[in-house]
């Protein structure tokens, strides 16, 4: 990524116990795996996971790379199922809207039965390898409380908002890593959203947050 995300965005805790537990947890979380994510990118998909316990749906993320995203959203997710897709070869076709950073085909490529193992110990969650949408059968009757979207391309972003979108709950939350850092994803969503009534939330760090009306 071009730069030390453990050490960047760092969580002020403001006399929070549960922001201190949540920053205890999330050094273990590095210390076990590769998080793509600074601090408070990881604390917002942790808070959009805990908030939407009350809105009807299941959860989804796409893009899981090794894993550490979806460990934060179980820690969060209560009972809900977690559905989790990524090709496990990396990142698929890179248009030249992507092309930023040395993003490329096959890029962040791990390994699906790490990834089974690092979660096996968690409940209710279901991993799903190979392209979404191509992988999404499983899930086309479900509605969703909360989707986390870390996919880097436009393609990816696209063809996911228009397949989540429809099925969010009102009071879901949809999202999207790299909305700052990636032309392609900025272009996904803001096209997307042109013209639904929901806001896009640029954050502070490099996301964006949709609260589906
Ligand atoms: C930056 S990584 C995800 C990082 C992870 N969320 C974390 O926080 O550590 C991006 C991932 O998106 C996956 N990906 C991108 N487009 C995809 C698609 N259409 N279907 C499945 N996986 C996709 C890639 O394989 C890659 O593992």
Not at 73 to 95: E, M
Not at 146 to 160: M, P, Q, W
Not at 170 to 183: F, K, N, Q, R
Request: some cysteine; glycine content about 6%.
């Amino acid at each position: 990524m071009g730069y030390d995300i453990a050490h960047r965005g760092r969580l002020s805790h403001y006399g929070s116990a549960e922001r201190k537990r949540f920053t205890s947890s999330l050094k273990k979380i590095r210390s076990d795996t590769d998080l793509l994510l600074e601090d408070i990118e990881a604390y917002h998909i942790y808070m959009a996971a805990k908030i939407t316990e009350k809105v009807p749906g299941d959860i989804a993320e796409v893009g899981v790379y090794k894993g550490g995203s979806a460990k934060i959203i179980c820690s969060a997710k209560g009972n809900r199922a977690l559905h989790l897709f990524d090709t496990f070869a990396g990142l698929p076709r890179v248009d030249d809207v992507d092309a930023v950073w040395p993003f490329y085909e096959g890029k962040f490529a791990a390994s699906y039965d790490e990834v089974k193992a690092y979660l096996a110990s968690e409940k209710n969650v279901h991993l799903y390898k190979g392209l979404f949408p191509d992988t999404s059968a499983p899930v086309t009757d479900k509605k969703f409380s909360f989707v986390n979207l870390d996919v880097d391309t436009y393609d990816s972003t696209k063809k996911c908002l228009e397949f989540f979108y429809p099925r969010m709950s009102p009071g879901g939350v949809i999202v999207s890593h790299d909305y700052l850092t990636a032309p392609g994803v900025r272009k996904a969503v803001d096209e997307y959203f042109a013209n639904k009534p929901e806001p896009v939330v640029e954050t502070a760090a490099s996301q964006c947050i949709v609260v589906k009306v």
